[in-house]
């Protein structure tokens, strides 16, 4: 079952912070964050392998609450370039899969 | 330049008429996948490969083959497309299955 991604779409204005979080119902092993942009394939922004890790690049971090099996993605004074879909993986225990939440999409605007 | 390859970027075919979409990377990778995308469903795995001569199915395999006879690459098949077959395809490779970097897609329609 694919994890859920809420909020569904963001709009935003340059400088203005947002919060996507993503929930599965199964025991989590790992959560990948990747954002694509409009006509391009995704790219990695960054992977979470332990329950309470946290982890950032830039202006852009996550966390990982393996007890809640949810992790959240905050982008901190975004960015026009931050615009585009979202997506989190969830990998869980026994299984090579990753499976894909249905995404979240951001604008930012001037 | 570290890249994922897909081929071809666009296919438009008809229903029955078998077709393979390859895939090659030159990153030295163990991991590879597919994934189709679909508005609205996200990204959906099809199947995935852990090293040459191992696949496993992944989300939504129905449909759908693959091979991994060499490391580098590793094919698409569709021994008989369907119209619910027209998608976005992606493949990837991954050291670890960590940091999985994408191919450019391919977009097929099946008639």
């Known amino acids: 079952q694919q994890p859920v991604q809420s909020p569904q779409a963001v709009i935003l204005r340059e400088g203005e912070d947002a919060v996507i979080n993503c929930s599965s119902s199964?025991?989590?092993?790992?959560v990948h964050w990747y954002r694509q942009k409009h006509g391009e394939a995704p790219v990695f922004l960054m992977i979470?392998?332990?329950?309470?890790e946290q982890k950032g690049h830039d202006k852009i971090s996550a966390s990982f609450n393996e007890k809640k099996q949810q992790s959240s993605l905050y982008l901190t004074a975004s960015q026009l370039s931050y615009s585009g879909t979202y997506f989190c993986?969830?990998?869980?225990?026994?299984?090579?899969?990753?499976?894909f939440g249905t995404g979240t999409r951001l604008q930012v605007f001037p | 330049e570290a890249q994922v390859t897909q081929n071809p970027r666009y296919l438009i075919t008809v229903t029955g008429k078998k077709l393979t979409v390859t895939c090659s990377q030159n990153?030295?990778?163990?991991?590879m996948s597919w994934y189709r995308q679909d508005p609205g469903l996200g990204l959906r795995q099809i199947y995935y490969?852990?090293?040459?001569?191992?696949?496993d199915k992944g989300d939504v395999p129905e449909g759908y083959k693959v091979s991994r006879k060499e490391k580098r690459n590793f094919p698409l098949i569709l021994e008989s497309p369907s119209p619910n077959q027209t998608s976005l395809y992606f493949c990837?490779?991954?050291?670890?299955?960590?940091?999985?970097?994408f191919g450019p897609g391919t977009r097929l329609l099946v008639l």
């Open positions: 993986g969830t990998g869980e225990y026994n299984t090579d899969k990753l499976i």
């Open positions: 199964k025991a989590l092993y790992s």
């Open positions: 979470l392998l332990k329950g309470g």
């Open positions: 990153m030295n990778h163990e991991y």
């Open positions: 490969s852990m090293n040459v001569e191992v696949t």
């Open positions: 990837a490779s991954a050291d670890n299955q960590e940091t999985q970097y």
